[in-house]
């Protein structure tokens, strides 16, 4: 696509749900990341794609993330048992090598925790 | 490991005249890239301008340019003739060619008409 998608844009959750976020990167983008970023705060590295493997993971905050990618498109991140902590914007963002180009990020997905 | 610090949590500057935003970061590295990124109150973040740490010349997009001082590892963003739409939070981000960037915390800039 012209851009990077994430659905929902918004979502409201009860804690102890499971919920899914997912991220559409631009075509042909082989690297794709996501973030979290708290009110009025800056981002936190959560894991990193390249084509399908995820050679860094170390920012996922606890066993209850996980995400995954297919075909080298189309990312999940899912948040299992959901927190209040966990409220937050999710961004995800893809870049098109390993050479230092910068992100096109999407616009975020808001999710709040009930 | 790499970090980046942004010490103007908060910065104003009139409509129409020039502000700068500091940044400075720390690495063992000698090719990397720095970045700027804008995040209007809508949310989405938008790259700004970008500097390949090789070449000395520094980068300049239209009202926007960089201060790049690789020996003392500052990279400043100069934003002249400001306007309302400038009005975001400010991001200053490192990268090698190793995977995912790091950024500060960024800097909340608001322009005044």
């Known amino acids: 696509g012209a851009g990077v998608s994430q659905s929902p844009s918004n979502k409201v959750t009860e804690k102890g749900k499971d919920v899914e976020l997912r991220c559409d990167p631009i075509?042909?983008?082989?690297?794709l990341y996501w973030y979290r970023q708290r009110l009025g705060q800056g981002l936190e590295f959560l894991i990193y794609?390249?084509?399908?493997?995820?050679?860094?993971k170390s920012g996922l905050p606890s066993d209850r993330f996980s995400a995954e990618r297919t075909g080298e498109s189309v990312s999940t991140l899912t948040i299992q048992r959901t927190q209040q902590e966990d409220s937050a914007v999710y961004l995800c963002?893809?870049?098109?090598?390993?050479?230092?180009?910068?992100?096109?990020f999407g616009s975020g997905t808001r999710l709040t925790v009930v | 490991a790499q970090t980046v610090t942004q010490s103007q949590p908060e910065m104003s500057v009139q409509e129409a005249e020039t502000v700068t935003l500091s940044c400075t970061y720390d690495?063992?590295?000698?090719?990397?890239?720095l970045f700027w990124y804008k995040q209007p109150p809508s949310r989405q973040m938008i790259l700004v301008i970008r500097?390949?740490?090789?070449?000395?010349q520094n980068a300049t997009e239209n009202r926007f340019s960089v201060n790049f001082q690789k020996a003392a590892k500052s990279f400043s963003l100069k934003i002249s003739d400001s306007q309302l739409g400038d009005t975001a939070m400010y991001f200053c981000a490192y990268n090698t060619n190793a995977g995912k960037s790091t950024f500060g915390d960024g800097t909340t800039l608001t322009v005044k008409p």
């Open positions: 794609f390249q084509g399908n493997s995820a050679p860094d």
């Open positions: 963002a893809s870049s098109s090598s390993r050479t230092g180009g910068g992100y096109t």
């Open positions: 075509s042909g983008h082989t690297a």
């Open positions: 690495t063992s590295e000698n090719n990397y890239y």
């Open positions: 500097q390949e740490a090789y070449k000395q």
